[in-house]
C-alpha cells in the first residue's frame, strides 16, 4: 500500500502544479479546526463533506448493542468520510470523532464531484485512492479473521507508531476485536 500512497502523492503534487487546478481546489474547500470532542459525522446523518486531515486526529466508530465499536483510526494525511453514505447519499452507518484538537480541509461532496468531474487527473487520483482503501479494508479483514491479536497489535504499531500516545487503550482494544484486559497484557509482556 506504501507504493499506491507514493503515487498518488506524486499525482497530487504534480496536479497542483496546475494554476487552474489549484484555484479550483481552494476556492471549493475551507480549513476548519474541531476541538477534542467533535463529531464530524454522527451515526445516521448522510455524509454531505470530506474531511482530510492536516493535523490530528480522528476515530470511525459503529455503536452496537450499546457499545461503540472502533473501527477506524485516521491521521494527518487521511481523508475521513463514510464513502457509502457519500456515495448512496444514505444515512451513515457510523459516526467520526476527533480524538485531539484537529485541522482539516473540508470540501462539500458536491463540489468534490464537480472537480473531479473537471479534472481528469483528480478523477485518477480519487480512484487510486479508493483501491487504496479497499486494499486495507482487505489486509484489515484478513488481520481480524486469521492474525492473533499481538500480530494485530504489532500491525496496527507498523501502521501508526504514534496510536498509543494519542488515542484511548480502550479504543485500541475495541479497533483489535480484544478486551482490555488482553490487550494490557499483550502490551506487558511487550
Not at 10 to 28: G, I
Not at 32 to 47: M, P, R
Not at 81 to 86: H, R
Not at 91 to 107: C, G, M, Q
Request: hydrophobic share 40%; proline share 2%; with cysteine.
Amino acid at each position: 500500500m506504501k507504493h499506491q500512497e507514493a503515487i498518488i502523492a506524486e499525482l497530487l503534487t504534480t496536479a497542483f502544479q496546475d494554476e487552474t487546478l489549484r484555484n479550483a481546489y481552494y476556492e471549493a474547500v475551507q480549513q476548519k479546526q474541531f476541538k477534542k470532542g467533535d463529531i464530524l459525522l454522527q451515526q445516521g446523518q448522510v455524509c454531505r463533506y470530506s474531511y482530510s486531515i492536516l493535523s490530528g486526529v480522528v476515530r470511525g466508530y459503529y455503536i452496537k448493542d450499546g457499545r461503540d465499536i472502533t473501527t477506524s483510526f485516521n491521521f494527518a494525511d487521511d481523508m475521513v468520510m463514510s464513502l457509502e453514505s457519500a456515495t448512496r447519499q444514505t444515512p451513515s452507518p457510523e459516526t467520526f470523532e476527533v480524538l485531539e484538537d484537529t485541522l482539516v480541509e473540508e470540501i462539500s461532496v458536491e463540489k468534490l464531484m464537480v472537480l473531479r468531474e473537471r479534472f481528469p487527473v483528480l478523477e485518477k487520483i480519487w480512484t487510486l485512492s479508493a483501491e487504496s482503501y479497499a486494499i486495507w479494508l482487505e489486509e484489515r479483514l484478513a488481520s481480524l479473521q486469521f492474525a492473533t491479536a499481538k500480530e494485530r497489535y504489532e500491525q496496527l504499531l507498523a501502521r501508526y507508531p504514534e496510536i498509543v500516545r494519542k488515542v484511548q487503550l480502550s479504543h485500541i482494544a475495541s479497533y483489535l476485536g480484544i478486551t482490555l484486559e488482553t490487550l494490557s497484557r499483550i502490551r506487558a509482556k511487550g
